[in-house]
């Protein structure tokens, strides 16, 4: 049984080493926490952009391609829980540039690969690397960031996020049709790794654990007998649902079911996710400017993030049976809903979970939702194979989305701190 929620969404820190560091450092660590979901997204959707030559050099099957789009989630969406109690119970600073380190290395290695196996094995690891993200991303956030700020905070990843696939597409689509796909992993690979020294000097160092630290109350049994764990881990599922159906299959659907070629491929899903990044950034920095002028966290967070999986799931809908005149501006708007949804799906996370279980809550919520990482390019790739087209695969992606805005209205509950054990009483 856990108390009722807080009232005050203001953290409570217990001396001068629990404050948030200061704002000019920690705007820094921001940047490159943005700019490594940006890294994070390049590296696993280099696959998708690829993919057309891929599946032709290796001489594979609709399903086949749709299983190694797959294999990276296989082992991030497993390690999700792991990854979240290693940033909980040590310094996220360390764990997440090791992370980094294997993440970069396996994209380089990717590069040098041949058959099919070999290719499976590298996303794979690049799975293992990428795991300790988005723990740490909460973690930090939750720790070092208060409220009013959240939004914002969360914007810049989830722009960073956005960016990814839209440089990847808009870069690495003339790279790969020009070069090949091969210098493009390895160039990746190698060039990302410049991002570590900047972090070990401006990420500061976690304080210590508060004596008073929650302990069995507040592990991941605890977390999963909230009702709003389930909502948030649904919505996650559904929001991801959408997400790796694009980063995944978007590339191949342009070229193929639509016949774009590969520098058009590269404008057109460019565009989608620069829209998806500027919305982000946009309803972000609006949802906190909401927050400061005195509407609760659950009016703001919740409604964005439902009108947004409501008017993304329509404009994907659409996009699978518009015609090639109306293709493009259906997925620009439901690359818009996106980043109005996504902004506000982690700050509502790190406010419910709190300072001392917001990597834990991060890492349930990350192991449900990237679960669709594994079906969404899978049930694609077999639909492909059985119909020959997309309409389906756009369809029950809409209906999972949906699913989504259900579960923010009635699954999940007042965006406030869980009260995880009882502050002692002061005599």
Not at 78 to 97: E, H, M, N, S, T
Not at 166 to 195: C, H, K, Q, T, Y
Not at 282 to 289: E, M, N, Q, Y
Not at 343 to 366: F, K, P, S
Request: aromatic share 14%.
């Amino acid at each position: 049984m856990t108390t009722p929620p807080r009232e005050s969404v203001t953290p409570r820190w217990t001396d001068a080493q629990d404050r948030p560091a200061n704002d000019l450092r920690m705007n820094r660590v921001l940047f490159l926490l943005g700019l490594s979901v940006l890294i994070n997204y390049i590296d696993r959707s280099n696959l998708s952009i690829a993919a057309p030559l891929i599946k032709d050099e290796l001489n594979i099957s609709g399903a086949q391609l749709g299983t190694l789009l797959a294999g990276f989630f296989y082992t991030y969406a497993l390690l999700q829980i792991p990854a979240g109690w290693l940033v909980d119970r040590f310094d996220a600073k360390w764990v997440f540039g090791l992370g980094f380190f294997i993440w970069s290395a396996s994209t380089a290695v990717t590069g040098l690969l041949h058959g099919f196996v070999a290719l499976l094995i590298a996303r794979v690891v690049l799975g293992i690397g990428e795991s300790v993200a988005f723990p740490a991303y909460g973690k930090i956030i939750g720790t070092h960031f208060q409220e009013s700020r959240r939004g914002f905070a969360n914007a810049v990843v989830i722009t960073g996020l956005a960016l990814g696939p839209a440089l990847g597409m808009l870069i690495g689509g003339n790279v790969v049709d020009r070069f090949g796909w091969r210098p493009f992993f390895l160039v990746l690979g190698m060039a990302a790794l410049l991002w570590l020294p900047p972090w070990w000097a401006w990420m500061p160092r976690s304080s210590p654990r508060p004596k008073r630290a929650p302990k069995a109350s507040a592990g991941v049994l605890a977390i999963v007998k909230q009702r709003s764990a389930w909502g948030t881990c649904l919505c996650q599922f559904s929001f991801n649902y959408a997400s790796y159906f694009l980063v995944t299959w978007l590339p191949f659907y342009l070229t193929r079911g639509r016949h774009l070629s590969m520098s058009q491929m590269a404008r057109v899903g460019g565009l989608v996710y620069l829209l998806f990044a500027a919305s982000a950034a946009i309803f972000g920095k609006l949802s906190d400017r909401w927050v400061i002028a005195g509407a609760s966290p659950t009016t703001v967070r919740k409604s964005l993030a439902t009108a947004g999986n409501v008017g993304m799931g329509a404009f994907l809908a659409l996009s699978g049976i518009a015609p090639d005149g109306l293709l493009v501006p259906t997925l620009a708007l439901a690359g818009t809903f996106m980043g109005m949804s996504s902004c506000n799906i982690w700050a509502m996370t790190q406010t419910l979970a709190g300072r001392e279980v917001v990597g834990r809550w991060t890492g349930v919520q990350n192991f449900v939702g990237n679960f669709a990482g594994i079906v969404a390019p899978t049930l694609t790739g077999f639909l492909l194979d059985r119909t020959g087209h997309f309409y389906w695969a756009f369809f029950i992606t809409t209906a999972v989305v949906w699913l989504g805005a259900i579960s923010w209205v009635f699954i999940v509950g007042p965006i406030k701190p869980i009260e995880w054990t009882p502050y002692p009483k002061v005599a």
